[in-house]
């Protein structure tokens, strides 16, 4: 690097220094290179090396190079650390070191300033040490060439360390883990708490259930002891008829072993006894045949059975419900007599359903009848809902038993569009056709009482709005009105129920009303040079009351018919074009004519509607006839921008029109350039004169450039005669 005088005698100061230090240490000095060459050397420096950085640097061409500069463009190829003398660029790349730190220097002259400035001789004033540096170092470096921070000098400050929460936070994290063990020693407090009252509560209970088991015990007991006492009771009361039943009975007895016994008087009492025992009737009988005088008589034992099966007819179960595919709560029982009413057992019933639009039901095993004529079944709904009747039977029967049954449909499953599936509407008015659906179960039976809910699914903006809630009704059957709200779109309505596996669509399209205004899109205030096509076409946008789009409009686009103006693709001044479907309208190719001007109007026209303009401007490409030159770059190393004089003089014989404006093409990357006057085709550009130049006058302007990775900055003026 070249260096000019107080930068050689530093150099010169710092190499007196570093050998008087050290004998041994080898200085390799990297002077008068350029950047290029200086990336390749520290790249390839030898191991155990460090590179030192001046504090006054310049490059061979003598422009000034900045040390935070330098440092930042060496650290990333350097193969040892970098150091610095002093703190001004920390950050950059640089390890660090005992740096001189500027700001304290300048903080104690101010204050010997202040002294000496309130009326203080200087002489009396003792010179004392600035205590200007301190150890620095950069954390980020010290990872990269794996120094410890152990290792630094003690009192070292440490810069670009990442936040440690342990290190800032200790005692809030200790305060933290302490309130956890606090609070985890309570939490098994009160379980120990809740364990010691949950034994006592089930000692409790253990206490409750054997006194009701005692008290059940005496219960028990006491109903015993009222069974004795009630058997001993009617016993006497059965005992005592039937003794007098066998004291007379055998009085009669001795009566007829007289042998002239008064046969009138004892028959006559021998029937009031007679007659109470004939009179109860008994399944089986006796019959004794004797003979006047016999001592043997002969007994018959008959029995009386029921006739053939007859009559059919329900015990229970005759008229109920039950959900498809599932039991009926209550068997279909029946009982079986002949034809005077006897129970007949062993009799085969038959239980026959009689479908009606499918609903039917299944049976369960044969039903045979038991000693009392009874027998039942049990009947499972099939999968189709309906009411039906189911007949049971026996064979030569006269009479047979009907019972009604019905399936009611299961839970409601499924819900499908019935009608309204597909429609549109202009914004803000109803549907033509309501949105209809039927709700069934899983076995497509359809269910009444459903609650369903619709549900419209916005996209962009675009939904609607329902009628009152819909209920179905016996047929599984219900719908809604609709209306469209204000915004245009196509979108969907969910149809569903609480607890369904499917749900219904619609889709519904909300379309724009009549066109009711129009706004310039894109194409306005632009210029072009003379016989040049504008860089954007002119578009406008037809929207309705709501602001939604309007298709199929046509638009007329009408430039002047004299002066500054220009040609459409059909070279003439006025082209159509009808709106797409999002209400823009975009006229051909608009190209400026040969004559300076502007800006004038070219109009956007719809019939009914108020006309809207786009403002244009003719200009002229005059860079043949100006010279444009930069002096005066500079840097200000505060806000880090470059400024610079651009001046524009008209080497032609006339005069050029203002304003004059230049601009910059071909502009360096990753430049921007600040303060421009605006954008023309994305390309910034400065006004230098808003009057005419004439010939042989020149006109100056500042530039400036923001620069943040090149060293050059490079760009092509374009320079225009009229308003950009």
């Not at 330098?70 to 610095?84: F, K, R, W, Y």
């Not at 499917?502 to 724009?512: D, G, I, K, M, Y």
């Not at 004089?645 to 080497?651: L, Y």
């Amino acid at each position: 690097m070249r260096r000019f005088r107080r930068g050689r005698a530093y150099s010169a100061a710092i190499g007196s220094a570093l050998h008087e230090a050290a004998p041994r240490l080898e200085v390799i000095a990297l002077t008068g290179l350029g950047l290029a060459e200086l990336k390749d050397r520290v790249a390839a420096l030898p191991q155990q090396t460090v590179v030192l950085v001046y504090v006054y640097l310049y490059d061979p061409a003598g422009h000034p190079m900045f040390v935070g500069d330098l440092v930042s463009t060496l650290s990333p190829v350097s193969n040892s650390p970098i150091m610095e003398l002093t703190d001004l660029s920390m950050g950059a790349g640089a390890l660090g070191g005992h740096l001189l730190q500027p700001s304290k220097v300048g903080g104690a002259t101010a204050r010997l300033a202040l002294r000496i400035l309130a009326g203080e001789k200087a002489s009396d004033i003792p010179v004392q040490p600035a205590n200007a540096g301190s150890y620095i170092f950069d954390w980020r470096q010290l990872q990269r060439w794996k120094i410890p921070v152990s290792s630094l000098p003690p009192s070292s400050e440490v810069r670009y360390r990442p936040f440690s929460i342990w290190e800032h936070y200790w005692w809030a994290i200790m305060l933290a883990a302490l309130g956890a063990v606090l609070e985890s020693i309570l939490v098994a407090v009160l379980l120990w708490q809740r364990r010691q009252a949950r034994e006592t509560e089930a000692g409790r209970k253990r206490a409750e259930l054997e006194t009701a088991a005692a008290r059940d015990e005496i219960s028990h007991l006491n109903r015993v002891a009222s069974m004795g006492e009630l058997a001993a009771s009617l016993a006497h009361e059965l005992n005592q008829p039937l003794a007098g039943i066998l004291s007379n009975a055998q009085a009669a007895q001795r009566f007829l072993a007289q042998r002239e016994p008064d046969l009138g008087e004892r028959c006559a009492r021998l029937s009031k006894t007679s007659a109470r025992t004939m009179c109860a009737p008994a399944r089986s009988s006796a019959v004794t045949v004797s003979v006047s005088g016999g001592a043997t008589s002969a007994t018959f034992n008959l029995t009386n059975t029921a006739g053939a099966a007859s009559k059919v007819a329900v015990a229970s179960g005759g008229t109920q419900s039950a959900a498809v595919n599932t039991a009926f709560a209550n068997a279909l029982a029946v009982t079986v007599t002949d034809a005077n009413n006897n129970p007949v057992s062993g009799a085969t019933v038959t239980f026959t359903a009689v479908p009606v639009n499918g609903a039917s039901a299944t049976f369960s095993v044969p039903a045979i009848t038991d000693s009392n004529g009874h027998t039942s079944v049990t009947a499972t709904a099939n999968a189709t809902a309906g009411a039906y009747t189911v007949t049971a039977s026996v064979s030569g029967g006269t009479t047979s038993a009907t019972f009604n049954l019905t399936n009611t449909a299961g839970a409601a499953s499924k819900v499908t569009v019935a009608s309204g599936g597909t429609q549109s509407t202009v914004v803000t008015t109803a549907f033509a056709n309501a949105l209809a659906v039927t709700v069934t179960d899983a076995n497509n039976n359809p269910v009444s009482g459903a609650t369903v809910t619709f549900t419209a699914v916005p996209v962009n903006g675009a939904s609607a709005t329902f009628s009152i809630a819909a209920v179905t009704d016996s047929n599984g059957h219900t719908s809604v009105t609709a209306t469209a709200n204000a915004t245009a779109g196509a979108y969907t309505v969910t149809a569903s129920v609480s607890g369904g596996t499917a749900s219904a669509t619609f889709n519904l399209t909300n379309t724009a009303g009549a066109a009711s205004k129009v706004t310039v899109s894109s194409g306005n205030n632009q210029s072009a040079p003379l016989n040049t096509a504008f860089a954007t076409n002119l578009q406008v946008t037809v929207t309705d009351a709501n602001n939604n789009p309007v298709s199929g409009v046509m638009v007329t686009f009408t430039a002047p018919s004299s002066g500054a103006s220009g040609l459409f693709a059909n070279n003439t001044i006025t082209t159509q074009a009808p709106t797409n479907a999002s209400g823009v309208a975009t006229a051909t190719v608009f190209t400026a004519n040969a004559q300076v001007g502007g800006p004038y109007n070219v109009t956007a026209t719809v019939s009914g509607l108020p006309t809207v303009s786009f403002a244009l401007t003719n200009i002229v490409n005059v860079s043949n006839q100006v010279s444009v030159t930069e002096t005066g770059f500079a840097r200000n190393r505060t806000t880090g921008v470059w400024t610079s004089t651009m001046t524009v003089t008209n080497i032609g014989t006339t005069f050029i029109a203002g304003p004059v404006q230049v601009v910059l093409t071909n502009l360096t990357a990753t430049v921007a350039m600040t303060g421009n006057t605006g954008i023309y085709n994305g390309i910034p550009y400065i006004t230098v004169a808003t009057a005419s130049i004439a010939p042989g006058k020149s006109a100056t302007v500042s530039i400036q450039f923001t620069n943040p990775n090149s060293l050059s900055i490079t760009f092509t003026p374009v320079t225009y005669s009229g308003a950009l």
